[in-house]
C-alpha cells in the first residue's frame, strides 16, 4: 500500500497496520488554505514535517481550525536548478507524512500527517507570484521557519555580508536568492499590499531565535531602503510588533535521519515507497522517525491573531519565560550534551548517539557538562524543572536505542552551535563569579572539536567532517597543525579560540582563561593514535 490520498480511503489497512490517518478532508481544507492561507513555512525538513505540521494536523483532527500549512522549500533556495525535496519527498505522497515515534521500549506511534497542503520553493524564478499571494492576504498569520541556525546568518566573520546577501542587497527585492533575503522582499510585498499585521516565528534550535531572525530581515530592509528599493515607512513596519512580531520560541524534539530499522517494520506491514534516499546530504524518506519526548514554548507576540496552538500542546508565554526555558536548554540541559557527544563520537567512530552511552567515560562527561558545570548557572523557567528535564535527556532520550541519532548529523554546523552551548554558560560564570578554572568538560570538548576538525580520527585514520558553513575558514588554521606533531600547534588555535563570534567570549581573556587550558587538551589529543581516548580518561574516568 503506497500513502498517498487516494489510499486513504481504505480504512480497514490502516486501522490494521495501528497507523492513525487525519479524520478531516484533506481536500476540502486544501481547498480552505487556497483561498484564506493562515499560516506558510520555511523549512521543510524532517522536524516540520513530524512536529510542526502535526500540531496543525492535530487541530485539524479537533476541528480547531480549518485551514493547513503551506510548506516551502528552502533545499537549494534561490536556485531553480534543484527541486528534489518537492520531487522526490512531497509529490509522490501527495504531500502527506507518516510520523513514527519511537519509545524507549521500541514501540512505535504511526501517523499520517495531512496538514501540509502545498509544497513551493524558496525561489524567485519559479515561485514569486505565487509566495506573493501568499503574503499579501490579510488571513495570512503565521509565517515561520526551520531552516536550521546558519539560515539566518547573513554576515561573515567580519561582519561585512556574505557573497550571496551582499548581491541581494544590491539588487531589486525581486531578484533575491538568501532565505532572508527572500523572506524580507515578502514582507515588502505585504508592505505594500495592505501592511497586514503578521508573525514571523523561527521555530530553530537557537538562542533568541525570533530577534536573531528581525535582525537580518531589517538588515537587508535597511540596505533596500538606502538604494531606493523599499520607503522609509517599511521599517517602520517591521520594527512596530503590533504589526510584525518576532516572538521568541525553545524547541526541543531529537529527529534523527531516518531509520533503515523502521523502513524494514514499515515495509513489513504493507507499506511501499517507503525506502530511504538521500536529499543532498540528507537521508530523507516518506516517513520520519522521532522521540515521544517534544516541547515547544512560543511566546505569545502574534499581531494578526493566531490558532490556538496550546490546544496542541504548545506552551504560550511570556518572552522571558521563553528565553529563560530555551536557555536552559540549549546552554545546560541537552544542546551541550549532543555537541559533547557529536565531537567525541565522530573521534572515536560511534555510528550512534545511545551506543556512546554505554561508554562510561562518555556518560560521566555529559554528566560534568550537564550536572556539574551547566547547573551552577542554569536558570529556571518554572514552566519546566532543569533537573527533571536533564534527568530525562540523560536517563531516558539519548540511552532510546530506537532512536538511532548520529554523532555525525549532529556535527554538523558546530562552529554555529558553540557560542550558544558553551559561550553563554562561561559569560554565565563571569556574571556569578565562578570560577572558570574549575572547567573541565566544556574545555575538554571545545578541544575535542578542534581535535575533530582535523579530519582524523583518534586511530591516526582520515575521517568525513560533517558540513560547517566556516569549515573552509577554521581548517586555514587547523591544517598547519600535523598529527603527532605537538610544536606544529604554535600559534594556529589562537586565532580560534580568540575569537568571540564562534565562542561569544575570548577564551583567551584573564576573566576566562581557559586557552591555554584548551590548547593543553588538545596538544595531548593529537599526539598519538588513541590519544582522545587516554585525555577522557585522565580529565573524566
Known amino acids: 500500500m503506497k500513502l498517498n490520498i487516494n489510499n486513504l480511503n481504505n480504512i480497514d489497512f490502516w486501522e490494521n497496520a495501528g497507523i492513525q490517518i487525519p479524520k478531516y478532508d484533506i481536500n476540502k481544507i486544501r481547498e480552505n488554505t487556497n483561498k484564506n492561507p493562515s499560516w506558510i513555512h520555511f523549512g521543510a525538513g524532517n522536524i516540520f514535517r513530524c512536529f510542526i505540521a502535526r500540531i496543525a494536523d492535530s487541530l485539524l483532527n479537533d476541528n480547531i481550525i480549518d485551514t493547513g500549512i503551506i510548506a516551502v522549500d528552502t533545499h537549494a533556495a534561490g536556485m531553480d536548478n534543484d527541486y528534489e ?137 535597511k540596505e533596500w531602503i538606502k538604494k531606493g528599493f523599499a520607503d522609509d515607512g517599511f521599517i517602520k513596519y517591521l520594527e512596530d510588533n503590533k504589526k510584525v512580531g518576532f ?64 490546544r496542541a500542546g504548545v506552551y504560550l508565554t511570556d518572552r522571558i519565560t521563553v528565553q529563560t526555558s530555551e536557555k536552559m536548554k540549549v546552554t545546560t540541559c541537552l544542546n551541550p550534551l549532543h555537541t559533547a557527544l557529536a565531537v567525541f563520537g565522530c573521534l572515536l567512530n560511534y555510528d550512534f548517539i545511545y551506543e556512546e552511552m554505554k561508554n562510561p567515560m562518555l556518560k560521566k562527561l555529559v554528566e560534568k557538562i550537564g550536572y556539574d558545570e551547566g547547573m551552577k548557572v542554569v536558570d529556571d523557567p518554572k514552566i519546566l524543572n532543569p533537573r527533571a528535564f536533564i534527568n530525562e535527556v540523560i536517563e531516558e532520550r539519548l540511552v532510546n536505542p530506537y532512536i538511532p541519532d548520529s554523532p555525525q548529523r549532529i556535527a554538523a554546523d558546530t562552529s554555529q552551535k558553540i557560542p550558544i552551548r558553551y559561550g553563554e554558560t562561561l559569560k554565565s560564570y563571569i556574571k556569578n563569579g565562578l570560577d572558570t578554572s574549575s572547567l573541565i568538560g566544556i574545555p575538554l570538548t571545545i578541544a575535542a572539536w578542534l581535535r575533530y576538525l582535523m579530519g582524523i580520527d583518534d586511530n591516526g585514520k582520515k575521517m568525513n567532517i560533517s558540513p560547517d558553513p566556516m569549515l573552509e575558514e577554521l581548517q586555514t588554521y587547523i591544517k598547519n597543525i600535523k598529527f603527532k606533531d605537538t610544536k606544529s600547534i604554535g600559534n594556529n588555535l589562537k586565532p580560534i579560540l580568540s575569537n568571540k563570534i564562534i565562542f561569544a567570549v575570548d577564551l583567551y581573556d584573564e576573566k576566562i582563561n581557559l586557552g591555554n587550558k584548551i590548547e593543553g587538551y588538545f596538544a595531548e589529543m593529537i599526539c598519538s593514535e588513541n590519544a582522545v581516548r587516554e585525555c577522557l580518561k585522565k580529565y573524566i574516568n
Open 85 to 221: 525535496m518537492i520531487d522526490k519527498v512531497y509529490k509522490p505522497f501527495d504531500n502527506l507524512t507518516l510520523s513514527a515515534f519511537i519509545t524507549s521500549s521500541g514501540d512505535i506511534d504511526k501517523k499520517v500527517i495531512g496538514s501540509i497542503t502545498d509544497i513551493l520553493h524558496a525561489d524567485f524564478i519559479n515561485y514569486y507570484d505565487e509566495l506573493k499571494k501568499i503574503f499579501i492576504s490579510s488571513s495570512l498569520k503565521i509565517v515561520s521557519f526551520t531552516i536550521t541556525e546558519k539560515g539566518y546568518s547573513i554576515k561573515d566573520l567580519n561582519g561585512n555580508y556574505n557573497s550571496t546577501v551582499k548581491e541581494d542587497v544590491n539588487n531589486e527585492p525581486k531578484k533575491a536568492k538568501n532565505i532572508m533575503s527572500i523572506a524580507t522582499a515578502m514582507l515588502l510585498e505585504r508592505y505594500k499590499n495592505g501592511a497586514y499585521p503578521i508573525a514571523m516565528l523561527s521555530i530553530d534550535n537557537c538562542s533568541n531565535n525570533g530577534d536573531k531572525l528581525k535582525s537580518s530581515i531589517t538588515d537587508i530592509a
Open 247 to 310: 516572538p521568541l520560541s525553545m524547541v526541543d524534539k531529537i529527529t534523527p535521519r531516518p531509520s533503515e530499522i523502521i523502513y524494514k517494520k514499515l515495509q513489513e506491514i504493507g507499506l511501499d515507497d517507503m525506502a530511504v534516499f538521500k536529499i543532498g546530504h540528507n537521508d530523507m524518506a516518506a516517513f520520519v522517525n522521532a522521540e515521544v519526548s517534544e516541547y515547544l514554548i512560543i511566546e505569545d507576540l502574534f499581531p494578526n491573531g493566531r490558532v490556538a496552538l496550546e
